[in-house]
């Protein structure tokens, strides 16, 4: 069972017709261990960034749902923790982190009474932070064989295990030759998509600036309007500067000859990045 903050989501999960599996998931983890995640190079990924939210809204996470450790180790010599802190130390030391995220709060909230902007006054509450993440992949057995292992960080290890068991309990959709994979795209939005490679539909756009966002919905939490989606896309992946990360996690089903030419991290499926590569969009 995962930790109460740490979730996990499947947002797309498909198979080509050559048997390769390609899996998008929404993530929530301790933005203290997102270093970590970084390190696997087999996904692709975009996370929510403190430069984006409010510094009122993560004030509030804060102070009432820290991100906090789930195995309070007692000091040994090594990188791992065996024995955690027990009886009146394991509470002292929970009750020391939460503290001092509260006492980040008062300084946090003061830099932004100052007009300080989020960019920075948010930096002050990283290690209380939850973190949003989207991350596509086809290959996964690096990441779980390394964050499953018992030497793991426990928060990372509790995310992996979540990670998997998602993974193993969902069923892919199976999809034809030239089929998209697109995270956030709803079923009653595809009766409006287009057969064939086409990178100019709107859905694959769409779902471009979904991941972008970490969401399916908008910031404000309102619905997602599909124009503004485009636009979004436009800003990211045409506009200058560019920011193409979003465009990984959208792919189509391709056979070995045309994947093997557009080669990524990500085996068997042509990524709408590559695509818009050979354009000279990125």
Not at 4 to 15: K, W, Y
Not at 45 to 55: C, D, E, K, Q, T
Request: proline share 5%; aromatic share 10%; net charge positive.
């Amino acid at each position: 069972m995962s930790s109460e903050g740490t979730t996990v989501n499947i947002v797309a999960d498909s198979i080509s017709p050559s048997g390769i599996r390609l899996t998008t998931m929404q993530l929530r983890y301790p933005r203290f261990i997102h270093a970590e995640f970084m390190t696997h190079r087999a996904f692709s990924r975009n996370a929510s960034s403190s430069r984006a939210i409010p510094v009122h809204k993560m004030l509030s996470q804060v102070w009432n749902d820290p991100a906090t450790p789930i195995h309070w180790g007692a000091n040994r010599p090594g990188m791992q923790a065996r024995e955690e802190l027990r009886g009146w130390k394991r509470k002292a030391a929970q009750a020391i982190w939460k503290l001092a995220g509260r006492a980040a709060c008062v300084f946090a909230w003061g830099a932004m009474k100052l007009g300080l902007h989020k960019q920075v006054a948010n930096r002050i509450l990283e290690p209380w932070q939850y973190i949003h993440v989207v991350v596509t992949a086809t290959d996964w057995d690096n990441f779980f064989t390394l964050r499953m292992h018992p030497d793991a960080q426990p928060e990372i290890k509790d995310l992996a295990e979540e990670m998997w068991w998602h993974l193993h309990h969902s069923e892919p959709k199976q999809l034809h030759w030239g089929d998209w994979h697109l995270p956030y795209v709803r079923y009653s939005e595809y009766e409006q998509y287009l057969d064939g490679n086409g990178a100019d539909n709107w859905l694959v756009k769409v779902s471009v600036a979904r991941c972008a966002r970490v969401s399916y919905m908008n910031h404000d939490g309102s619905a997602p309007n599909p124009e503004k989606d485009i636009e979004l896309h436009d800003k990211l992946v045409v506009a200058e500067p560019l920011h193409a990360s979003p465009a990984e996690h959208q792919a189509y089903c391709a056979r070995y000859e045309e994947a093997n030419k557009y080669r990524s991290n990500v085996r068997g499926w042509v990524q709408y990045r590559k695509l818009l590569e050979e354009k000279g969009g990125v």
